[in-house]
């Protein structure tokens, strides 16, 4: 499948960005958002500022079939950029979200040569982007329990050095005295 990645231009994409974010269900993030919530988030720039940027996953037509929020990248100096990917149901279990996990993590390692580390968290539950991460040289890095709406969360961090080399480093579990 051929995909496009293409920044979504705000304002002029505003009903568009509306439609995708209503239109769909979206079983790991904390339920539907209404219009008007998206209205005020766009007015409110959360989608494109100094901090956040984000772009549209879309197929050789021109179909929408995802979205990526790129944000936390003021930090990126002395931090790590976290990412908002969703994916419509249409498109869902057909490599979008790997092939989005590989442009985005490219894009970040490639834009900004001082960033170390690329961070995400998704839901236990969410076996899908899990294995997108794993797929991706993402490692476990962080369980958080209950905290995801009841559930528990799973954190994963690629290194720029692991990403450079295809080689993971492994997580020391183990940093506890006696």
Known sequence: MTLRFEKIALPAESELLIA????????????????????KAIAAKAFDNPDVQSFWIRSAEAEELGLIKLFDLEDIGDGAPLFDLRIKAAARGQGVGKAAVTWLT?????????????EGTT???????????R???YLKEGHYRQAW?????????LLRQDWETGQSTPVNWH????
Not at 26 to 37: D, I, Y
Not at 149 to 157: E, F, L, N, T
């Open 20 to 39: 995708f974010l209503t239109g769909e269900t979206w079983p790991f993030h904390s339920g539907l958002p209404s219009r008007e919530s998206v209205s």
């Open 123 to 133: 839901r236990v539950d969410n076996l899908a982007m899990r294995a997108v991460f």
């Open 149 to 157: 709406q009841g559930h528990d969360a799973i954190h994963y961090g």
């Open 106 to 118: 490219k894009y970040l390692f490639e834009g900004w040569p001082e960033l170390k580390r690329i």
């Open 175 to 178: 940093d506890e005295p006696g």
């Open 135 to 137: 797929a991706c040289g």
